[in-house]
């Protein structure tokens, strides 16, 4: 019983590392690209974790996984978060279609191609 | 045969893991190689730690040996820091698209 729940993790978090990198092969703009690799990136890495914690069993072993997801939780988006800005700063094209920029009418960014502040 | 020791299903399921992860792999690869603008290539790289970190978990399941996971555990605390110090890089002063 132990070990089919175990196989599920491992294809399950496989599977959503296949679609994370399936996404940023074939997604047509970077912010949507980033949209695929952090989100299924991490979802597949969590899940591959719980898959190592219910093999293992024992304190440490759900410890260590536990640990290291809250971490990766936490370290992703402020990654996703410094390209995105980075990226929207240097002025990186959006994909034809989206055709609205949110960001760029509510103003809060004056100019899309230079900072000034640091 | 390290597979073959494996009970029923976890054994097939490591081989298609296995072989899930190299294809993600792959795929990201081309993405580095191809991306348009160096911040393509950054997030590629930012998914291949990702994927590297899977991969060491299933190496840990498929040898039978739970200390592999402290690698897993330096690459989410420490891989994020390389993706953010690019990306202020590039921010600032552009540094070739």
Same mark, same amino acid.
Request: net charge neutral; glycine share 8%.
């Given at each position: 019983?132990?070990?089919?729940?175990?196989?599920?993790?491992?294809?399950?978090?496989?599977?959503?590392?296949?679609?994370?990198?399936?996404?940023?092969?074939?997604?047509?703009?970077?912010?949507?690209?980033?949209?695929?690799?952090?989100?299924?990136?991490?979802?597949?890495? /969590?899940?591959?974790?719980?898959?190592?914690?219910?093999?293992?069993?024992?304190?440490?072993?759900?410890?260590?996984?536990?640990?290291?997801?809250?971490?990766?939780?936490?370290?992703?988006?402020?990654?996703?978060? /410094?390209? /995105?800005?980075?990226?929207?700063?240097?002025?990186?094209?959006?994909?034809?279609?989206?055709?609205?920029?949110?960001?760029? *009418?509510?103003? *809060?960014?004056?100019?899309?191609?230079?900072?000034?502040?640091? | 045969?390290?597979?073959?020791?494996?009970?029923?299903?976890?054994?097939?399921?490591?081989?298609?893991?296995?072989?899930?992860?190299?294809?993600?792999?792959?795929?990201?690869?081309?993405?580095?190689?191809?991306?348009?603008?160096?911040?393509?290539?950054? #997030?590629?790289?930012?998914?291949?730690?990702?994927?590297?970190?899977?991969?060491?978990?299933?190496?840990?399941?498929?040898?039978?040996?739970? #200390?592999? #996971?402290?690698?897993?555990?330096?690459?989410?605390? #420490?891989?994020?820091?390389?993706?953010?110090?690019?990306?202020?890089?590039?921010?600032?002063?552009?540094?070739?698209?």
């Amino acid at each position: 019983m132990m070990v089919w729940i175990v196989s599920f993790f491992v294809l399950a978090g496989a599977f959503f590392g296949l679609v994370a990198a399936l996404g940023v092969f074939r997604m047509p703009d970077l912010f949507i690209r980033m949209h695929a690799a952090t989100k299924a990136g991490a979802f597949g890495a /969590a899940l591959m974790l719980l898959a190592f914690a219910i093999h293992f069993g024992g304190l440490r072993s759900w410890i260590f996984s536990l640990v290291i997801i809250v971490f990766f939780y936490l370290t992703t988006p402020v990654a996703a978060q /410094a390209i /995105a800005r980075a990226a929207y700063r240097r002025g990186v094209a959006f994909w034809e279609k989206m055709g609205v920029d949110r960001l760029k *009418e509510s103003g *809060e960014i004056p100019e899309r191609s230079h900072s000034k502040e640091d | 045969m390290p597979f073959a020791d494996m009970p029923f299903p976890l054994g097939i399921s490591l081989i298609l893991a296995s072989i899930f992860y190299v294809v993600a792999l792959v795929l990201a690869l081309v993405r580095v190689v191809r991306g348009p603008t160096a911040f393509d290539r950054i #997030v590629a790289l930012d998914l291949i730690a990702a994927l590297c970190l899977g991969v060491i978990v299933l190496f840990a399941i498929h040898f039978d040996q739970p #200390v592999f #996971v402290d690698a897993a555990l330096i690459i989410a605390l #420490v891989g994020f820091l390389g993706t953010v110090a690019f990306s202020r890089f590039l921010e600032r002063d552009g540094g070739g698209q």
